[in-house]
């Protein structure tokens, strides 16, 4: 019987300091063996348990796109107990992970489609995900016109300054970064982001929006979407919850009748407004 | 499967019990202090099968308070695990009552399905499960509101029903009806099964009858928000000891034990009923008061697992009910919230 309990390891390769502050960091982690890193097929969205020997584990959703296979990416804030020693933990140092755990974002209901993906904060990292592999040379086709909105609370705190810049001089992709609060000669936009989606969204129309984020921006986001003419059923949101097990059981992160971590984390708006409970919206 | 019927004379109970420990671990009620447990035996003399309900429910010995999922050590660059092997023995819990069996009817859907639990699963197999039904339901029962009865099989291999001066021992299941074959157990006659229909009928017309309502899950969505939960909760003080005595509950913590470089990864019993059960490392928590937390734990109960699991997370055992510090009572929390009318 597979255990679902038991990590495998995986290596530190390559440690990025994200965010001015030192306070979000991403793990580029590869696979110590072939296999495993054969049997994780994810999908954007998805996310796996980390584990700091000793210290425990937390859930981070994979900032890595399945269309590079071989390592895996996971951004990191420090804010707790695990995430206090990953910051710690340096390049060659080995931590276990259990997944991939969860539903992602639906990649087949989004072929043919538009899309806006919106995140705010740390939430962007699936999101990147997602974008990059939509990105990717042999799934590029299968989407539609593609947008993307980030905010940030200041430009110090924008995660993947890399891939902006690359993503900056595509054509395939319209770019829309904003932050809170202009600083250190920002020469972007200064404003939140509902209010660049009202601007910057694609007529609902064959579309899709993906919304992930802190609270505030989600609550302040869907109605804008709706103002928009964007149906229920064409948005998605990825939820958090505090979790455990992953796989269902442990009881966490129940919400009405669903688990976050196994139902979700990634629900469409019609499926939340089924759902009786705290914790999302 | 065709109902097997025997009888075994009480004093014959203990053979039967001594040679049940030659192959297996029996777990049974026995007396420590002033209270009856649930107890790992070595000898049949000290079983107790006089007795209301045990003080906690079967539950942990599918699912230990403390479990170790795995071993490590860890070095700079490489690490090792190691998951601990299964008991080859296999375990008996005799003399549980009926709705402690229909919890691990429940516990069985949460730590089966999809993504079946192994340390679960494991034991699970190897668990016989000889249940004595209940003549004389403590006052804080409610089974028969909750799906099951005093003398209901659900849930068991074998089912004792006291007649005096013997037990009618039915199988319910087939590894049940293997055990029958025993030369202790004797021929049940048409008199004995008569006279055992007769004391589950009065038994059962003894309980009060079911309180819940057929839509209790849509009522308690429609009450989700309403200021009654407030009322509810009021003098509850979230010490969670009604979750750590119910037979169905079965949230937990994964945490890691170890000193230096080597420990264990393991799974500790937890409750929805403690505010850091939910509360994330940013200090949010969506369940901030005791008014959510009870709220969910009667949600879970009553509407959640109805709907993930096909059954409700209640077997009536009344635990709940006799330890709760501040005498909360579970079936005045659901009649008012199912009539409507909490203030």
């Known amino acids: ?50 584990s700091v020997f000793g210290k425990g584990e937390a859930p981070f959703g ?15 804030s420090r804010i707790g107990v695990v995430t206090q020693a990953l910051h710690q933990m340096e390049k060659g140092d080995v931590v276990g992970v ?3 755990l969860g539903h992602g974002y639906p990649l087949e209901t989004f072929k043919g489609k538009n899309l806006v993906l919106i995140g705010g904060g740390f939430g962007f990292s699936t999101l990147r995900s997602l974008t990059n592999f939509i990105l990717h040379d042999s799934n590029r086709k299968d989407y539609g016109d593609l947008t993307v909105i980030y905010g940030a609370r200041n430009p110090g705190l924008l995660l993947y300054k890399k891939d902006l ?12 970064l904003t932050v809170d609060k202009g600083e250190n000669g ?47 059923e064409n948005i998605f949101l990825s939820l958090e919850m505090r979790m455990k097990c992953g796989i269902g059981k442990c009881g966490r992160c129940n919400v009405g009748g669903k688990y976050i971590c196994s139902d979700g984390p990634v629900f469409s708006k019609s499926e939340l407004s089924r759902l009786t409970g705290e914790g999302h919206g | 499967m065709i109902a097997l019927s025997r009888t075994l004379r009480k004093d014959r109970v203990e053979g039967f019990l001594e040679r049940l420990l030659d192959e297996w671990e029996v777990i049974a009620p026995v007396r420590k202090g002033g209270l009856v447990i649930l107890g790992k035996i070595d000898s049949a003399r000290h079983v107790v099968l006089e007795y209301g309900n045990t003080k906690e429910s ?24 190691n998951v601990p092997r299964a008991k080859e023995k296999g375990q008996v819990l005799f003399g549980i009552r009926p709705c402690d069996a229909r919890g691990l009817l429940l516990l069985d859907r949460v730590f089966g399905g999809d993504c079946s639990d192994p340390y679960y699963e494991e034991k699970r197999a190897k668990t016989l499960v000889v249940t004595l039904g209940c003549v004389n339901p403590n006052p804080a029962c409610f089974c028969r509101s909750t799906g099951g009865g005093p003398c209901a099989p659900e849930g068991s291999d074998l089912f004792f029903l006291d007649l005096g001066e013997r037990y009618l021992v039915e199988a319910a299941s087939e590894k049940g009806a293997a055990l029958l074959e025993e030369a202790a157990f004797e021929e ?22 079911p309180a819940l309502k057929e839509d209790l899950k849509e009522q308690l969505e429609r009450l989700f928000d309403d200021p009654a939960w407030r009322d509810l909760a009021e003098t509850c003080l979230g010490c969670g000891i009604c979750t750590y005595l119910c037979p169905t509950c079965h949230c937990f913590d994964l945490c890691d034990e170890g000193a230096g470089r080597g420990g264990e990864r393991i799974r500790v019993w937890d409750s929805c009923q403690f505010p850091l059960f939910t509360q994330q490392a940013s200090g949010f928590n969506p369940r901030p008061t005791v008014k959510e937390r009870f709220r969910q734990r009667i949600m879970h109960k009553f509407s959640y697992l109805p709907e993930t699991q096909g059954m409700l997370g209640c077997v009536g055992c009344g635990r709940c009910i006799t330890e709760c510090p501040v005498n909360l009572d579970i079936r005045e929390v659901i009649r008012s919230l199912s009539e409507g009318n909490v203030r």
């Open chain 1, 62 to 76: 994979m900032a890595s796109t399945p269309s590079r296979p071989g390592r895996l990416a996971f951004s990191v």
């Open chain 2, 58 to 81: 079967p539950k942990f010995a599918l699912f230990p308070q403390r479990e170790t999922l795995f071993g490590y050590r860890a070095e700079k660059g490489k690490v090792e695990l």
């Open chain 1, 98 to 100: 259990r997944g991939p």
């Open chain 1, 165 to 176: 810049e690359g993503w900056r001089e595509r054509g395939d992709l319209r770019l829309h």
């Open chain 1, 186 to 232: 920002w020469q972007g936009h200064v404003g939140f982001v509902p209010d660049v989606a009202r601007d910057a969204a694609p007529n609902p129309e064959n579309a899709y929006a993906v919304v992930c984020g802190p609270p505030a921006m989600i609550h302040f986001t869907l109605p804008v979407l709706k103002d928009l003419g964007f149906g229920d």
């Open chain 2, 188 to 209: 049940a006659d048409e008199a004995v099964l008569a006279l055992g229909e007769k004391i589950k009928t009065e038994t059962w017309a003894s309980m009060k009858p």
């Open chain 1, 1 to 50: 019987m597979k255990n679902p309990y038991v990590p495998f390891p995986m290596r530190i390769e390559e440690i990025i300091v994200e965010t001015e502050d030192g306070n979000i960091k991403t793990f580029e982690l590869s696979f110590a063996g072939r296999d495993e890193g054969e049997r994780f097929i994810y999908t954007p969205g998805q996310f796996a348990e980390i």
